[in-house]
């Protein structure tokens, strides 16, 4: 219970001070990342390039966040066809605490993660949070295939709120 008190502590601290910066300019590219995913894969958002994406900014410990979980998987691999991509960013969490939680839900989704104590001298997720401006979680970012933020969704997710977006945003014709 202990554990549960102080994640919950560190979440309403962490979002507390990310509330305080403004949300991410729409229009603007999104900021440079480098994290490794759950395999340690590098990943950086020019890897994403080429076709229309979601970076989804998740935790394990949040409520919200493991509700659209499925939801997100469904819709992206249902507009893979149409070249959707999604991607994770799992804030503040190691590869294992991550990936125990994705493979308990039976998700296969792609997320990034904290590096481990072992690997110093690399970006950590909250630096990217910070430069993303994120306001909360979970956040959505709808970026275009140039890397272009088109919008951002705060709060979680339901099926018509995305289906709403994924057709104004990206002119998706998706059925939740």
């Known amino acids: 219970m202990r554990g549960i008190v102080q ?12 509330g305080h ?15 490794r995913d759950q395999h340690g894969v590098l990943v950086t958002n020019a890897d994403m390039l080429g076709g229309p994406w979601l970076l989804n900014v998740w935790a394990s410990w949040c409520p919200p966040c493991r509700a659209e979980l ?14 959707l991509g999604l991607l994770l960013l799992n804030a503040g969490e190691t590869a294992g605490v991550a990936t ?4 308990s839900e039976g998700l296969e989704l ?3 993660v904290d590096p481990d104590e072992s690997e110093r001298g690399l970006e950590r997720s909250n630096d990217v949070l910070r430069r993303l401006r994120a306001g909360g ?4 970012y709808f970026v275009d295939a140039d890397g272009t933020l088109l919008a951002t969704f705060v709060g979680e997710l339901t099926p018509d709120a ?4 994924l057709t104004s945003v990206y002119g998706f014709d998706w059925t939740p």
């Open 7 to 18: 994640r919950a502590l560190v979440a309403a601290l962490m979002l507390t001070a990310l």
């Open 21 to 35: 910066v403004a949300a991410q300019q729409i229009g603007q590219p999104l900021p440079e990342f480098e994290l």
């Open 70 to 83: 499925p939801l997100l998987e469904r819709a992206a691999a249902e507009l893979a066809d149409d070249g």
């Open 100 to 103: 125990s939680f994705l493979e």
């Open 110 to 112: 792609r997320t990034l």
């Open 137 to 140: 979680l979970p956040t959505t």
């Open 162 to 165: 995305l289906a709403e977006r």
